[in-house]
Antibody, heavy 118, light 107 residues
Framework: QVQLVQSGAEVKKSGASMRVSCKASGYTFTSHYMHWVRQAPGQGLEWMGIINPYGGSTYYTQKFQGRITMTADTSTSTVYMDLSSLTSEDTAVYYC???????????WGQGTLVTVSS | DIQMTQSPSTLSASVGDRVTITCRASQSISSWLAWYQQKPGKAPKLLISKASSLESGVPSRFSGSESGTEFTLSISSLQPDDFATYYCQHYHTYPWTFGQGTKVEIK
């Protein structure tokens, strides 16, 4: 069965960097793109960007450009999302989800809570 | 960027009610619209893809429709398990954006 398992919760200091991993199983890793979404406490969903694990091409929302990097390791079927220069505004639950059009993002990770404190 | 305007932000309804949530895109998205249900502390669950294609395992009381740039999620007879927050998201061109969400509450 398809599973996306994300890394555990983290607490970071302002100015630090974070890395969230998303390990895929149960399907061909390179057949689906992976998108990242975050949700601040009590807020809505915010789309961050997407990576094609086959080749590694990425698209990042302008809001995060310059401090976000998404990578894919095909040997371990894992996608990584790095975010630098953290502020309290980055406190959120971060989700990965696979997607292959025409379907929308169908399988999601369990979410990773990242708390940024000063 | 394509903006998604979702309404209402909150909806109070009773079990058995018919419920309708609307998302309007700021330009054509060629049916590339998904609807999600999210419960507290859980990841979003995909309900509908391509504006009207019901995902496997999703109850048939859920349906999606479109008219131009206006998209609708309908729940024909609200069940206790349906009280949640619903989001639309377009996946036409980057960046993909979400609507603001609709919280369906018990009346």
């Amino acid at each position: 069965q398809v599973q996306l398992v994300q890394s555990g919760a983290e607490v970071k200091k302002s100015g630090a960097s974070m890395r969230v991993s998303c390990k895929a199983s149960g399907y061909t890793f390179t057949s689906h793109y992976m998108h990242w979404v975050r949700q601040a406490p009590g807020q809505g969903l915010e789309w961050m960007g997407i990576i094609n694990p086959y080749g590694g091409s990425t698209y990042y929302t302008q809001k995060f450009q310059g401090r976000i990097t998404m990578t894919a390791d095909t040997s371990t079927s894992t996608v990584y999302m790095d975010l630098s220069s953290l502020t309290s505004e980055d406190t959120a639950v971060y989700y990965c989800a696979r997607v292959l059009r025409p379907r929308g993002p169908d399988y999601w990770g369990q979410g990773t809570l990242v708390t940024v404190s000063s | 960027d394509i903006q998604m305007t979702q309404s209402p932000s909150t909806l109070s309804a009773s079990v058995g009610d018919r419920v309708t949530i609307t998302c309007r895109a700021s330009q054509s998205i060629s049916s590339w619209l998904a609807w999600y249900q999210q419960k507290p502390g859980k990841a979003p669950k995909l309900l509908i893809s391509k504006a009207s294609s019901l995902e496997s395992g999703v109850p048939s009381r859920f349906s999606g429709s479109e008219s131009g740039t206006e998209f609708t999620l309908s729940i024909s007879s609200l069940q206790p398990d349906d009280f949640a927050t619903y989001y639309c998201q377009h996946y036409h061109t980057y960046p993909w954006t979400f609507g603001q969400g609709t919280k369906v509450e018990i009346k």
